[in-house]
């Protein structure tokens, strides 16, 4: 699963430099291998997000520590899930940048 990979490699501070043929995820039976060991410390929740017609499925990394690994999958709707347009998104950005700017800093 791309998006597992893509978040594990984020939360290391890879991203994309990380070479993804390492990472094997098993859908199957819900287990991540790296270099084909199981990432002992490691929550990835997995979650879909419905934008429209579409339905994407992401994954959020997390370093725990510890000898366990987590692959949980969210079934139900996640209040800190949102999902914005490109134009929407920039818009957004720039009337919070802009009302920052104009506060009074105490």
């Known amino acids: 699963m791309w998006t597992l990979k893509e978040a594990y490699t984020k939360a290391l501070?890879?991203?994309?430099?990380?070479?993804?043929r390492r990472i094997e995820f098993d859908v199957e039976k819900n287990v991540v291998h790296v270099d084909n060991e199981?990432?002992?410390g490691w929550r990835f929740s997995k979650f879909i997000l419905q934008d429209g017609e579409g339905l994407y499925e992401g994954v959020v990394a997390e370093y725990l520590g510890g000898a366990r690994i987590e692959?949980?999958?969210e079934s139900t709707f996640q209040p800190w899930l949102t999902s914005h347009d490109a134009v929407l998104f920039v818009e957004t950005a720039i009337q919070n940048l802009t009302e920052a700017e104009?506060?009074?800093?105490?």
């Open 13 to 20: 501070g890879f991203g994309l430099g990380f070479d993804f």
């Open 71 to 73: 692959i949980v999958t």
């Open 102 to 106: 104009e506060r009074p800093i105490s």
């Open 38 to 40: 199981i990432p002992a």
